[in-house]
């Protein structure tokens, strides 16, 4: 187990890297809004988009203290399943019995069930819940009223958790057979800064194709960027 120290610098750190996911998210999007063709400018609802699209870092800030405060929850729920289901001395490395005898296999059998049981715990009840947690801590710390947060969640829920599913389950064996408890944290900020920059990627496509009529759709659905 991490000491108050050291889960500290967990948390700053993977506040920093949520923090630079948005700060990255952000930058792309004004960098596509800036390369769009010169045509689309005279648009009155291109030039609301523009003096909506400024960095705002206060938005940053925001990610950072989200990635701050869900870093004590997310590290007790990877102890929790690790202390659950342990996966013994193959994921930690010991490789002093020969790899053909029956205790090495047996070994390397029970390590793969305790992973699999860690990924489908995960994905079924910390998955839902991180997903929940997020749109419901960003959308208070914007000052979203309670009709505000409920329309919030109806619209992201659902694609957020299922484009989670999509990267998470892959990065999360990786995380549980080979990376120790310690570093879970650190791995899965770094998979996020990559996710999230992708998102950015994506995010900006569907605003660079949206309707005037559906602007206030997607900027509930894509959030303040």
Known sequence: MATPRQ????????????????VIAQSFMLWSERAAPAAADSSPAVGRRESALSY??????????????????????????????PTGDIVAGSLKQSATTPSKVSSLSRSTSAVLKRLAVDQTVFAPFATFSFIGGMGAMEGLGPSELVERFRIQY??????????????????????????????????????????????????????????????ALLGPL
């Open 7 to 22: 889960l500290a610098k967990i948390a700053l750190f993977n506040g920093s890297m949520v923090a630079t996911g948005n």
């Open 56 to 85: 705002d870092p206060l938005q940053t800030l925001r990610f950072f203290a989200y990635g701050v405060a869900f870093t004590p929850i997310s590290y007790r729920w990877h102890a929790f399943l690790n202390a659950r289901f």
């Open 158 to 219: 659902l694609p957020l958790l299922i484009a989670g599913y999509a990267l998470w389950p892959a990065a999360q064996v990786v995380n549980f057979s080979i990376v120790p408890l310690a570093y879970r944290i650190p791995f899965t900020s770094v998979v996020g800064l990559m996710w999230h920059t992708y998102l950015s990627w994506t995010s900006a496509r569907m605003k660079t194709n949206i309707i005037p009529s559906e602007m206030g759709q997607a900027e």
